[in-house]
Each structure stands twice: as C-alpha cells, then as structure tokens.
C-alpha cells in the first residue's frame, strides 16, 4: 500500500547544523536515542514509522518560541506531539526534524466555574482533565476513545462518541495560543462565548494539524456533569432499521448523548472476546444525560421509536454499574475485532455522510467488503452519519494489501458521492492526502495558500495534509 | 465621532472602465441612480453614508463571477449586499465600487427533512426561510432580531437571542460555496454534520464580512420545531441578581432557549412606548423549548433559582397569545428606546463578556453612563455575556457625540479588561476597526496575512475589518 506522499525534502544540512544547538540548549530534555524517536514518529496503523532527528520535551510557550526561531533559521521540520493516538501518520517525520513533545506541558491552568471554561497545557489528556474537573461537577464531553491530549484533539479537530449531543472540538473550543511560524505567540479569541471580532483563527487552527501553528494553550468549553445517565441497548433485524431509528431520534429532537451502531460482524466479534451472549444482530447502543425525569423520557421515546421500526428488546439501565455492563460490548468493540484475526494489522477508515445516506453507505461498504473477500467489523457514530471500517489486513499478503487500498479508495469515493467526507474525525494527516481534492476541489487551494503564507518555510508538520 | 478608517484609496481610472461595461452587461439590473447607490452604501446608524458606484442585482454565482473577474481587472471594490440590516457599515463603499445586490438569488435550493439541512441562496432572509420550512416542522434558529438574509448573517458571524441554546452562525452553517477574489467557486465543505478534512475554510468565511470572499449559496444545519415552547418573565432587585440567576441556569444545565435582561431604563421605556405597567426593574424574560414535560421542569428549575435570589413574582405560561403578550416588552425594546428620546440617533453597542463577568460590566457601564451624562438602556443576550446598550445621542451636540465617541471607547477597553470581546455579533466593519488589535493584538497579523494573501489587489469589501 505505497502512498502518494507529497514527501517534502530533507535538509540535512540544516538538520545537522539545528540538532547539537538544541541538545546544547535543552540538554536531557533533548533526546536522540533511535527508541525515543521512532516512538514519536510511529502511528498505531499501517504508515510507516519515520523518525524525527530529535524529541524535545518543553516545557513552556518561551520554550517553542525558542525552537520555532532555530528551526525557521535552518530549514527544519516541527512536529507537535502528544501522545502520538493519531492514526493518519500526523506525527510521522518524512522530512526528520523536530518532534516538540508536550507531555511537560500538563496543567491544568484555570478553571471558571461559572463561565464553564477552562484553559490547559496542550499535554493535558482528555481523561487527566475529567478527573481534575470532576469534584466541581463539571466535565469536557469530547471522547475520541483513546485518552489522547487536548493539543492533539484541537489540532486534529477530534470528535467521538458524545459529539451528536456535545458537538466536536470546533464547537468547544473557546481559544488558543499557538506560536506561528514566524515565531509569534498569538491568542486568538478572547473568553468570551461568542464574538464576531474578525476571522475566526480559533476555528482555523483546529484541524489545522500542527501545519500553520503551535498551540501552546487551550480554553475550552465545560459542561455540567447530568444530574442523571442512563444507558440502553437495542439490536434492530437489519443496519437500516437501526440507522432510521438514528434518523427518527435525532429528527424528533431527542438530544441523545451517544448513540453508536455495531453490525452483526462486531457482535460476533464482541460475543467471542468478552464471553457474552448478545444477539449477532446490529445493535444501537445509547446514553441519555439529563435530569432524572428527562432521561427517562428520552429513553421511552427512543423505544417506542426502535419497536416502530421492529428493533428490541429495548434493555435500559440508570444504575452505574448496569450501564458499563450494557455497554461493555462497545467498549471492547476495538479489541474484541483485532480478536477476530490475531496478527492483522487492524486499519481504522472513517468516512461521514449525511444520515439520510447512512444505511446506503453501510449497506454498499459491507458488499464491497464481500465483493473483496476483506474482513471489517464496523462500529459507528450514527447519530453524525459517522461510521468506521475496522479491516484486518494480513501484513504480507500483497494481494490482500492490494484489495484493501482499493477498498478504501472506493469508500472514500463512496462518501464524497453520498455528499459526505472521507474523515469524520481522524483528520487528512499523510493517509487521507489523496482524497482530499477529490472532496473539496479548489477549496485545497484555498487552504494551500494560507499555508504558504503563514508558514513561508514548510517548516511546520511538512507533508501533512497537502 | 470621526472614525480612524484605514479609507482605501479610490480607482477612478478603474471604476470609470468597469462600470459601462457592467451596465452594457447587466441593464437594468445595473442602477447608477443616486436613491439607490446611497440606499445600498447606507447603514442604520451613526455611520455616514458612502455610496458604490453602482448596484447590481445578480441572479447566478455564475454572474459573481463575471463581475469578479471584470472587478478584478480593474481593480474595483465589490461590497456584498443582503438587506443592508448590518450597524457597522460593512456595506459601505469607502472607495466607492460596486455593490451586489442579493436580493433575487432568495432561493430556497433543497431541503433534506432526515438530515436537518437546507441549502439556500444567500438573499433568503431568515423569516422567510422559516415560513418555507414551518409545514416540515423545521424552523432555522439563529434570530438577531431584524429581518436579515442568510448571507449577510454568515458573512458577520450572527447570533441573537436564541444563541444560548442553538449557537451562532457559526455553529448553524454546515457548507458555504463562495466566489474567490480569483473568480474560482469553492464549496467550502461536504453535507456532513462533521467533518476533519483539512482547514475550517467555512469557519474561516463566516464572519469574514465579504472580505476574502462572496458567499453564493449556504448549507444550514436545522432544528425540529419544539413540542413545546414556553415563556417567562422575571423581575430582579438588581441587575446583579438577574445576572447571578442567569449564571446559576447556565450552570445547571437548563437548556434555556433564550433568556434576556431588560434594565430597569429599558423597562419605563417599554412602559411608556407599550403602555404597560411593568414594574421598572432588572427584569429576565425567559423561553424554553422542548417535551410539555421539559419545558414545566425547566420553567420550575429557574423560578427556584429567581426567588433563591430576591427575584420574582415569576410570570409563566405555554399559551401561544400569552407568551407573546409576556414578551412584547422584549420585543418593543428597540422602539421603545428611540421613544426615551425622539429625533435622537441610536447607536447600538456589542460587547460580550464572560458570563462570571456579566454583573459587573453591566454596572460599571451604567455608572460610566451616569458619569458622562448620556442616556442608553440595556438590552442583554446574558445567557450568553453579551449585551447592548443603546445610546441615544443628540446628533448637532458636538459635546455630547464627544463623551459618546469616549463611553463606547470605554466600553471596548472594559469587555476586553474583563476577557471579553468588542463585538459579540455585529461585527467589525467600519465602527469597532480600532478595537479589534487592542482585542486580538498579533492575531490581527494572521488575520491580514490571509487577507493579502487571497485578495491580493484588496477588491473584496476593501476598508472593513482592518
């Protein structure tokens, strides 16, 4: 599966002139071991690892600004990182250079109750964040699954499970600091909720990718953790029926939390690896967050709704320990498809559509999946029109390598037919670079010109995205 | 109250070439009349009037571009027009050029009932959008109170009073196509309600004000009309009391659709105008969207919430003649202002605050009021820290434009003290240019750097923003 990679050319002259500067400079917190810089320019999926030249661990805004300035001098590439669960190559080093490690950078510097908002380090993870928040009865609601960094989720423009309710990090993000190319620290929107002060560079940095800026600091938006949670779980004759009843729910305004579709495939794939007993038939899998009375009626609703559509038992829980167990089966969903083939490498795709568009979607990928003797379980976002693919490609069948890049190729056609993209979440990074023309033509060079000048050098993640 | 306009200076040469050929082209759908020009080049407040050099009515993105393109060439202004209801003069011709007219591109081009979506032409305003969509039971949320098309309230970023639940613009557009300042067409995005396919480009146009490009059609996220709508209306001891009710509402999660505060000023100007007989007092008026049983829980939560903090008595009530009658006073609020004070000019302030922030900007800018003499009752947005006063200023007392011009500059300096911005949702345009460094410092660099970049000869809506 060799990519199309706009690979951008290594200097080594200004590698090699940049590297003993830094090392001088920042010491320990400047590795040059093989380990440590494979570990950063590795991604969990099938691209390849491509080592930066060196890892620096810094640990202020003063700290990048410092590296931006050398880097910019001789040419040399920056890569941001956090703890690397990006599964596009994002942190990978195609051109060597700097990986600036934000692991130092964790606090938690601010948080206003009242306003609901708070502001970190880039280094933060999701879940560090909700544990600090959680005696203050608030939580950030964005959950991507894997306990990636609040930096990397707002360059990525991450979503996941409580998007259909929360939105994604667009929408809960307030602000940013970011140092730029030309090293200057910009903070890009007051704190304010809202404002209409000029272009919106908050929104243009998110999903950005570490191409245009650094972001040093985020402030975002907080939710109240409900007064009640409920789960519930419900598996429908066919992906259809469950993707109408996603419609009718979302349609009838039901502000549902989670509302995430497995097929048949990953039931199998769940009952084997968990020991359970569920029916193999696609299932919905759902959490309602409001008050006592709200989620119940939340719940009621999107029974009557499944049973309309032939889909049940409706099995419902508010205890805690209940609805962990109801939604197990979701949570071991990724593990439990490697377990369908020990050895796979397991490749994520990630296309959205609109929800109309949905069942056709899924219905046409699982034939072509059939048409291509490929293995995929899917797991979905349905309430966005969001669904992942999760092939289990043996490594050295190049045949099967083969079938599986033309699978993606058709999918990623498939969704920008169906009007819908071929990333929902996981961001354009190297893997998706060839697609992205195809869905938004000349919009890329629009993008490609902002690129140009905000970061004259390329010096800023070269080779992602474009 | 002269305003620091960076006055792009005026092509002659250009607009004398350009302007004959368009009439050739466009005939009657090209007015060089003075009634018109001064129309279009006009904006409802302080602002003086700055006429383009001629009005086209455009009936396709395909005639944009003909004009862009001829535009360009001759290095001649184009100022987007919708219905002109903008307070900053965005549509203004500081140097002259031509305005496009909106108005016969009002198309309602598709609407998908399963996705919650419509695509419109951007001459659509927002209440006829709305009659177009009531017999699906979908309605378009964002209402900043005057009648304005689509497209204007996307080139500023608009919100309003529903903004605390539904958002802003920015959170309301799915897709934009616009014509570049090139003559290229974008479409901006896909129809997926989410999407991490490289840069925000839509994020990037909202709010653009026509500078980096012309919108030509909109993508609309929508929602379903509520079961059940119900309204409130609260009088507070102070305005302090009515600002900590509001930040205990928010805090708890009640999705109150709109809640807005009414000073006690604004009150004996809407008694006076409406001939009511409300107590003239801080007063909170309320709605609330959902199920019959949600909207009673939350009216319940916040009347708690009002006598818990000195407010009350807490009028409620779900009957439609009823609810419009609770909210007449919110609804007279404007005309019931100019009424303070006839033949006085009105002009509206913007700022927005954090929302812990609220009650004391609010005070500090009524004793400012008091100090400087001048008069202005407040109309707030408090749900979200937003809110306006609305000065009325004499306009032959050169003295009185004077500590006018110093209250608003005051009043920037206090919301940005305060973490907050100089506009929550009317914009830059001409009026707030001058905050916005003080505001955003470095990021206004990024901001012209883009603008440079994509508008090289400076022919989108030259002389707003910067």
Redesign the interface.
């Known amino acids: 599966m060799a990519l199309p990679l706009r690979r951008p050319s290594r200097n080594d002259n200004g590698i090699a002139l940049a590297v003993p500067i830094l090392k001088e400079r920042f010491g320990e917190r400047c590795d040059l071991g093989e380990a440590m810089r494979a570990q950063h320019g590795h991604t969990t999926t099938w691209l390849p690892t491509e080592s930066p030249d060196a890892v620096i661990f810094v640990e202020s805004t003063e700290e990048v600004v410092e590296i931006v300035d050398l880097c910019r001098a001789h040419a040399v590439p920056i890569i941001p990182f956090g703890v690397g669960t990006s599964l596009e190559g994002h942190v990978n080093a195609p051109a060597g250079g700097i990986s600036i490690d934000f692991s130092h950078m964790n606090r938690v510097l601010d948080v206003?109750?009242?306003?609901?908002?708070c502001t970190v380090e880039p280094g933060v993870t999701r879940k560090q964040l909700n544990e600090y928040l959680r005696d203050r009865g608030l939580f950030f609601p964005i959950d991507p699954g894997a306990d990636a960094t609040i930096g990397g989720m707002a360059a990525?423009?991450?979503?996941g499970t409580n998007?259909v309710r929360y939105?994604?990090m667009?929408?809960n993000v307030i602000s940013l600091e970011a140092v730029?190319a030309d090293g200057?620290?910009?903070?890009?929107?007051?704190?304010?909720?809202?404002?209409?002060?000029?272009?919106?560079?908050t929104?243009?940095l998110?999903?950005?990718e570490g191409t245009?800026g650094i972001i040093t600091k985020i402030t975002l938006k907080l939710?109240?953790i409900?007064?009640a949670i409920s789960a519930a779980v419900c598996p429908f004759p066919s992906v259809e029926a469950a993707c109408n009843a996603t419609?009718m729910t979302?349609?009838?305004?039901i502000?549902v939390a989670r509302i995430e579709l497995l097929d048949a495939l990953q039931m199998r794939a769940v009952n084997a690896y968990s020991k359970l007993d569920l029916p193999e038939q696609p299932t919905l899998f759902l959490e309602f967050h409001g008050?006592e009375?709200?989620v119940k009626?939340q719940a009621e609703a999107v029974s009557a709704i499944a049973e309309d559509l032939g889909g049940g038992p409706f099995t419902y829980s508010t205890r805690p320990e209940d609805r962990s167990k109801l939604w197990q089966a979701r949570h071991d969903a990724y593990w439990a498809s490697l377990g369908l083939r020990p050895g796979a490498a397991g490749i994520s795709t990630d296309v959205?559509?609109?929800?109309?568009r949905l069942a056709e979607c899924v219905e046409e990928t699982r034939a072509d999946l059939v048409e291509l003797d490929l293995i995929a379980p899917i797991v979905g976002h349905v309430g966005?029109?969001?669904f992942h693919t999760l092939l289990l490609v043996d490594r050295d069948d190049a045949d099967e390598r083969a079938r599986a890049a033309l699978y993606m190729e058709r999918l990623a056609e498939r969704?920008?037919r169906m009007?819908?993209?071929?990333?929902?979440?996981?961001?354009?990074g190297q893997g998706?670079m060839k697609?992205?023309r195809q869905?938004?033509?000349?919009?890329?060079?629009?993008?490609k010109?902002?690129k140009?000048?905000?970061d004259p050098h390329d010096i800023l993640n070269p080779g992602k995205?474009f």
Chains 1, 2 share one sequence.
């Open positions: 206003h109750e009242e306003d609901l908002t990525t423009r991450a979503s998007a939105g994604t667009r929408d730029m200057q620290v910009i903070r890009t929107a007051s704190r304010a909720k809202k404002s209409s002060a000029g272009y919106d560079i929104r243009l998110i999903g950005s245009l939710s109240g409900p007064e419609i979302i349609q009838c305004g502000p008050s009375a709200g009626e959205c559509v609109p929800i109309s966005d029109g969001n969704a920008v009007e819908g993209t071929c990333t929902g979440e996981h961001g354009i998706k697609y992205l869905e938004l033509g000349g919009t890329v060079d629009v993008m010109a902002i140009a000048t905000l995205i």
